[in-house]
């Protein structure tokens, strides 16, 4: 006999599934935590989805983890030659892929909260890691177009990986502890003003 699933009840299995791996994680998290969240049976939860993992990338898929990390990308990128980011005019390409980034993650919150730092025994675990590796060679390209080049030493970048993995981290807990939109664009932007103003003072 066929299965008859209902989309109403397919987007609350959803949202109560992003919201459980967010807040306690994958590993963490079990079907039936998320069937009761969702207001629906542990039984009805497995006709929609045959297990955690499976429901788990179906929210969390492999083109929004790469559509985050383009965007990560492209900011960071935007900023070569750029020497005072308050200089830069409202049309500026760093304020517009800043707007979009900030933009995706407000509407995908729960998602970008997972991605870094709730995804421990996924195909993702590793995420994090990988973010911040990206973000201090994006870094130290960024400094190198500037004039006088810095120098860069084995304890500059050992501090650089501490300081990206705390940015990292602290942009998944603002996202995870607000949900506000207003208070997501002012926390983040008051945190990127002081990491900015600490990197450049690190470089200079």
Do not use: W
Request: include cysteine.
């Amino acid at each position: 006999m066929a299965q008859y699933l209902k989309d109403d009840v397919r987007a609350r299995i959803d949202e109560a599934a992003l919201r459980m791996f967010a807040s306690r994680g994958f590993g963490a998290a079990t079907m039936g935590q998320i069937a009761r969240s969702a207001g629906v049976s542990t039984g009805n939860l497995y006709r929609y989805h045959p297990g955690k993992e499976e429901l788990f990338y179906s929210l969390v898929t492999p083109a929004f983890v790469r559509r985050f990390e383009t965007m990560m990308t492209r900011r960071v990128r935007s900023l070569a030659g750029v020497h005072d980011i308050s200089t830069l005019p409202e049309t500026a390409p760093y304020r517009l892929i800043s707007e979009e980034l900030l933009r995706l993650c407000i509407d995908d919150r729960l998602r970008v909260v997972i991605l870094l730092g709730r995804a421990q025994g996924t195909r993702y675990d590793k995420f994090p890691d990988r973010m911040v590796r990206m973000l201090v060679k994006l870094a130290l390209a960024h400094f190198r177009t500037l004039d006088p080049v810095p120098v860069v030493t084995r304890t500059m970048r050992f501090d650089l990986q501490r300081i990206y993995t705390g940015f990292v981290r602290s942009m998944a807990d603002i996202l995870a502890h607000f949900e506000r939109e207003d208070d997501i664009g002012a926390a983040v932007v008051e945190y990127e003003r002081y990491h900015l103003t600490g990197l450049k003072a690190f470089f200079g």
